[in-house]
């Protein structure tokens, strides 16, 4: 076993898992294809097709699943085996291999909860950017007024001599109604889901325009 500090071990994580993101990917492209190729094989209609193809990527998608997630796990547990994380900044063991697979994101996000009177715009940046491109793009404007309303809180309660030990669950949630930032129905829904519209999308254009 190799010893090594969490954020340095995230940027050995990140590449030696970039193979197993491709081939996400690839699986997709070719769960689509296989849907289609299925669909095709039954019927020449159009809405036959797609609604057969539909059925059948639900079917795949079952076990892609459940292999993907038998390959992250084996992953994971060897580069542990491999590489014994050391945690930085006062981090416990957990945090530590959240910031191994996560990076910045999780690094900035630590801060914020534990420290957020030293949280600075400049990290606000950061963290915005660390985001994934569909919650960049989708999300950052509110989060980003989400979280500047929770740094003026706390700045106004430091102001006024009192002791933040962070905000509860409840004064989160007044903060954010009070500001009309409550979080919405679809910011609460798993990044894997908001990619599964695209995948659709793509059976759809497939049907359509190899069947019309």
Not at 97 to 125: H, M, P, R
Not at 161 to 166: D, M, S
Not at 175 to 190: C, F, H, K, M
Request: charged content about 20%; proline content about 3%.
């Amino acid at each position: 076993m190799f010893g090594m500090i969490d954020y340095r071990a995230h940027k050995l994580y990140w590449l030696l898992y970039r193979p197993i993101w491709a081939f996400s990917w690839i699986i997709m492209v070719v769960s689509v294809l296989a849907a289609y190729g299925i669909g095709n094989y039954f019927f020449h209609n159009f809405l036959a097709v797609f609604a057969i193809a539909m059925i059948a990527s639900f079917l795949i998608e079952i076990p892609i699943t459940v292999f993907m997630m038998a390959l992250n796990w084996c992953f994971n547990a060897i580069f542990k085996f491999i590489i014994d994380v050391v945690p930085a900044d006062g981090r416990t063991a957990e945090e530590a291999w959240q910031v191994t697979i996560g990076g910045d994101a999780v690094v900035l996000s630590l801060k914020f909860e534990k420290n957020i009177l030293a949280f600075t715009e400049y990290d606000l940046d950061r963290f915005i950017k660390c985001l994934g491109f569909l919650p960049r793009v989708l999300f950052a404007s509110r989060i980003r007024a989400r979280m500047s309303a929770y740094l003026e809180v706390a700045a106004e309660k430091a102001a006024r001599g009192e002791e933040f030990r962070g905000f509860s669950r409840e004064e989160a949630i007044s903060i954010n109604e009070a500001r009309g930032l409550q979080l919405a129905w679809y910011e609460e829904i798993p990044l894997n889901y908001l990619i599964l519209p695209i995948k659709y999308l793509g059976l759809f254009l497939l049907c359509f325009y190899a069947n019309s």
